[in-house]
Protein backbone atom coordinates (compact mmCIF):
# COMPACT_ATOMS: atom_id res chain seq x y z
CA UNK A 1 0.00 0.00 0.00
CA UNK A 2 1.37 3.25 -1.02
CA UNK A 3 1.51 6.57 2.28
CA UNK A 4 2.08 9.45 1.57
CA UNK A 5 3.52 11.13 4.72
CA UNK A 6 3.35 15.29 5.28
CA UNK A 7 5.36 16.69 8.10
CA UNK A 8 4.97 18.81 9.51
CA UNK A 9 1.18 18.37 10.79
CA UNK A 10 0.99 22.26 11.78
CA UNK A 11 2.60 25.25 11.58
CA UNK A 12 2.00 28.50 12.68
CA UNK A 13 4.39 31.48 10.98
CA UNK A 14 4.70 34.88 11.29
CA UNK A 15 4.02 37.21 7.86
CA UNK A 16 7.68 37.18 6.03
CA UNK A 17 9.53 34.04 7.61
CA UNK A 18 10.45 31.38 5.32
CA UNK A 19 9.11 27.53 6.08
CA UNK A 20 9.63 24.45 4.80
CA UNK A 21 6.95 21.47 4.45
CA UNK A 22 7.84 17.96 3.38
CA UNK A 23 6.31 14.76 1.73
CA UNK A 24 7.90 11.24 2.23
CA UNK A 25 7.17 7.79 1.63
CA UNK A 26 8.38 4.11 1.19
CA UNK A 27 7.38 3.90 -2.84
CA UNK A 28 8.72 5.68 -5.78
CA UNK A 29 6.07 7.33 -7.21
CA UNK A 30 6.24 8.08 -11.30
CA UNK A 31 5.61 11.78 -10.42
CA UNK A 32 3.66 13.85 -7.03
CA UNK A 33 1.56 16.51 -6.68
CA UNK A 34 1.35 19.74 -4.74
CA UNK A 35 -2.42 21.22 -3.58
CA UNK A 36 -3.91 24.13 -1.32
CA UNK A 37 -7.10 23.77 -0.16
CA UNK A 38 -8.34 27.40 1.69
CA UNK A 39 -11.88 26.47 3.59
CA UNK A 40 -15.18 25.34 2.36
CA UNK A 41 -13.21 24.60 -1.14
CA UNK A 42 -11.75 21.43 -3.08
CA UNK A 43 -8.29 21.79 -3.27
CA UNK A 44 -6.47 23.61 -6.36
CA UNK A 45 -3.19 21.85 -8.18
CA UNK A 46 -0.05 24.16 -7.14
CA UNK A 47 2.61 21.96 -9.41
CA UNK A 48 3.77 18.66 -10.97
CA UNK A 49 6.82 17.02 -10.47
CA UNK A 50 8.31 14.58 -12.81
CA UNK A 51 12.03 13.65 -12.57
CA UNK A 52 13.71 12.82 -9.63
CA UNK A 53 15.66 15.97 -8.11
CA UNK A 54 13.55 17.88 -10.06
CA UNK A 55 13.10 21.65 -9.18
CA UNK A 56 9.99 23.74 -9.79
CA UNK A 57 9.57 27.55 -9.30
CA UNK A 58 6.29 29.11 -8.82
CA UNK A 59 6.87 32.77 -7.48
CA UNK A 60 7.86 32.34 -3.53
CA UNK A 61 7.47 28.57 -3.89
CA UNK A 62 9.70 26.08 -4.56
CA UNK A 63 8.91 22.67 -5.24
CA UNK A 64 11.56 19.80 -5.24
CA UNK A 65 10.77 16.46 -5.96
CA UNK A 66 13.28 13.73 -4.52
CA UNK A 67 16.12 11.71 -6.18
CA UNK A 68 14.88 8.48 -5.61
CA UNK A 69 10.99 10.09 -6.72
CA UNK A 70 10.05 9.05 -2.58
CA UNK A 71 9.78 12.17 -1.29
CA UNK A 72 8.81 16.03 -2.34
CA UNK A 73 9.61 19.22 -0.34
CA UNK A 74 7.80 22.42 -0.24
CA UNK A 75 9.52 26.03 0.71
CA UNK A 76 8.07 29.10 0.76
CA UNK A 77 9.60 31.81 0.94
CA UNK A 78 8.39 35.38 2.97
CA UNK A 79 5.28 34.02 3.54
CA UNK A 80 2.32 36.09 3.48
CA UNK A 81 -1.37 35.45 4.85
CA UNK A 82 -2.37 34.20 1.62
CA UNK A 83 -0.75 31.72 1.45
CA UNK A 84 -2.87 30.23 4.90
CA UNK A 85 -4.58 26.96 3.73
CA UNK A 86 -3.72 22.77 3.59
CA UNK A 87 -1.06 21.91 1.54
CA UNK A 88 -1.71 18.42 0.25
CA UNK A 89 1.00 16.53 -1.39
CA UNK A 90 -0.23 13.35 -4.06
CA UNK A 91 0.97 10.33 -5.77
CA UNK A 92 -0.11 7.06 -7.10
CA UNK A 93 -0.08 4.91 -10.07
CA UNK A 94 -2.87 3.24 -12.42
CA UNK A 95 -5.32 6.15 -12.01
CA UNK A 96 -5.71 5.98 -8.36
CA UNK A 97 -4.12 9.00 -6.26
CA UNK A 98 -3.37 9.24 -3.36
CA UNK A 99 -3.21 11.99 -0.55
CA UNK A 100 -1.03 12.75 1.99
CA UNK A 101 -2.97 14.16 5.19
CA UNK A 102 -1.59 17.51 4.71
CA UNK A 103 0.13 20.37 6.18
CA UNK A 104 -2.05 23.27 7.81
CA UNK A 105 -0.05 26.45 7.71
CA UNK A 106 -1.57 29.38 9.13
CA UNK A 107 0.42 33.02 8.34
CA UNK A 108 -0.38 35.52 10.79
CA UNK A 109 -0.12 39.53 9.47
CA UNK B 1 -20.55 25.54 -15.80
CA UNK B 2 -17.07 25.83 -16.24
CA UNK B 3 -16.20 23.43 -13.02
CA UNK B 4 -17.13 20.48 -11.36
CA UNK B 5 -20.26 20.99 -9.75
CA UNK B 6 -21.73 18.95 -6.22
CA UNK B 7 -25.02 18.39 -4.61
CA UNK B 8 -26.25 19.02 -2.47
CA UNK B 9 -23.53 21.19 -0.84
CA UNK B 10 -24.85 20.36 2.54
CA UNK B 11 -26.90 17.29 3.80
CA UNK B 12 -28.47 16.56 7.39
CA UNK B 13 -29.51 12.96 7.86
CA UNK B 14 -30.47 10.37 10.56
CA UNK B 15 -28.77 7.35 10.93
CA UNK B 16 -29.70 4.27 9.45
CA UNK B 17 -30.99 6.49 6.51
CA UNK B 18 -29.93 6.07 2.65
CA UNK B 19 -28.70 9.05 0.80
CA UNK B 20 -27.06 9.66 -2.43
CA UNK B 21 -24.61 12.48 -3.50
CA UNK B 22 -24.65 13.66 -6.96
CA UNK B 23 -21.54 15.04 -9.05
CA UNK B 24 -21.41 16.95 -12.73
CA UNK B 25 -17.86 16.70 -13.95
CA UNK B 26 -16.23 19.07 -16.39
CA UNK B 27 -17.73 18.33 -19.98
CA UNK B 28 -15.40 16.04 -21.93
CA UNK B 29 -12.89 14.54 -18.52
CA UNK B 30 -13.08 10.93 -18.79
CA UNK B 31 -11.44 10.68 -15.40
CA UNK B 32 -13.70 11.25 -12.18
CA UNK B 33 -12.39 10.38 -8.62
CA UNK B 34 -14.55 10.61 -5.32
CA UNK B 35 -12.67 11.14 -2.29
CA UNK B 36 -13.91 11.68 1.34
CA UNK B 37 -12.36 14.60 3.94
CA UNK B 38 -12.72 14.26 7.38
CA UNK B 39 -13.16 17.72 9.31
CA UNK B 40 -8.98 18.80 8.51
CA UNK B 41 -7.97 15.88 7.78
CA UNK B 42 -6.53 14.73 4.10
CA UNK B 43 -8.42 13.17 1.33
CA UNK B 44 -9.47 9.76 1.36
CA UNK B 45 -9.70 7.92 -1.97
CA UNK B 46 -13.47 6.21 -2.30
CA UNK B 47 -13.40 5.51 -5.63
CA UNK B 48 -12.08 5.92 -9.67
CA UNK B 49 -13.71 6.13 -12.81
CA UNK B 50 -12.07 5.88 -16.48
CA UNK B 51 -13.97 5.56 -19.66
CA UNK B 52 -15.26 2.67 -20.29
CA UNK B 53 -13.61 1.02 -17.78
CA UNK B 54 -14.19 -1.16 -14.89
CA UNK B 55 -13.77 1.55 -11.79
CA UNK B 56 -11.06 1.16 -8.94
CA UNK B 57 -13.46 0.59 -6.24
CA UNK B 58 -10.06 -0.14 -3.68
CA UNK B 59 -11.06 2.96 -1.36
CA UNK B 60 -14.42 2.16 -0.66
CA UNK B 61 -15.07 1.74 3.27
CA UNK B 62 -17.53 -0.86 3.28
CA UNK B 63 -20.16 -2.84 1.41
CA UNK B 64 -22.70 0.53 2.30
CA UNK B 65 -20.91 2.53 -0.12
CA UNK B 66 -21.42 2.84 -3.55
CA UNK B 67 -21.25 4.60 -6.92
CA UNK B 68 -21.98 4.45 -10.47
CA UNK B 69 -20.98 6.97 -13.48
CA UNK B 70 -23.58 7.37 -16.49
CA UNK B 71 -23.34 7.97 -19.74
CA UNK B 72 -19.41 8.64 -18.92
CA UNK B 73 -20.75 12.13 -17.76
CA UNK B 74 -22.73 12.21 -14.17
CA UNK B 75 -21.43 10.59 -11.09
CA UNK B 76 -23.65 9.48 -8.41
CA UNK B 77 -22.15 8.19 -4.91
CA UNK B 78 -24.79 6.61 -2.53
CA UNK B 79 -24.29 5.56 1.06
CA UNK B 80 -26.91 3.56 2.47
CA UNK B 81 -27.96 3.26 5.90
CA UNK B 82 -26.08 6.23 7.40
CA UNK B 83 -24.00 5.84 10.49
CA UNK B 84 -22.24 8.45 12.68
CA UNK B 85 -18.65 7.95 11.36
CA UNK B 86 -19.62 8.87 7.85
CA UNK B 87 -20.24 12.21 8.68
CA UNK B 88 -17.66 13.95 6.46
CA UNK B 89 -17.17 16.65 3.24
CA UNK B 90 -17.16 14.11 0.01
CA UNK B 91 -15.51 15.55 -2.84
CA UNK B 92 -15.77 14.95 -6.37
CA UNK B 93 -12.83 15.90 -8.67
CA UNK B 94 -12.35 14.92 -12.57
CA UNK B 95 -9.92 14.98 -14.97
CA UNK B 96 -8.87 15.14 -18.64
CA UNK B 97 -5.94 13.00 -18.77
CA UNK B 98 -6.03 10.43 -16.10
CA UNK B 99 -4.01 10.54 -13.10
CA UNK B 100 -1.32 8.32 -14.87
CA UNK B 101 -0.57 10.70 -17.33
CA UNK B 102 0.14 13.68 -14.68
CA UNK B 103 -3.36 15.04 -15.23
CA UNK B 104 -4.81 17.76 -13.39
CA UNK B 105 -7.63 16.93 -10.75
CA UNK B 106 -10.16 19.71 -10.97
CA UNK B 107 -12.29 19.48 -7.68
CA UNK B 108 -15.96 20.74 -6.98
CA UNK B 109 -16.90 22.67 -3.37
CA UNK B 110 -18.00 19.34 -2.03
CA UNK B 111 -20.98 17.76 -0.24
CA UNK B 112 -21.05 18.22 3.70
CA UNK B 113 -22.74 15.18 5.01
CA UNK B 114 -23.97 14.93 8.33
CA UNK B 115 -25.18 11.93 10.19
CA UNK B 116 -27.11 12.55 13.42
Known amino acids: TQLLEQSPQFLSIQEGENLTVYCNSSSVFSSLQWYRQEPGEGPVLLVT?????EVKKLKRLTFQFGDARKDSSLHITAAQPGDTGLYLC?????????FGKGTKLSVKP | GAGVSQSPSNKVTEKGKDVELRCDPI?????LYWYRQSLGQGLEFLIYFQGNSAPDKSGLPSDRFSAERTGGSVSTLTIQRTQQEDSAVYLC??????????????FGEGSRLTVL
Open chain 1, 49 to 53: VVTGG
Open chain 1, 90 to 98: AGGSQGNLI
Open chain 2, 93 to 106: ASSLPPWGTTGELF
Open chain 2, 27 to 31: SGHTA
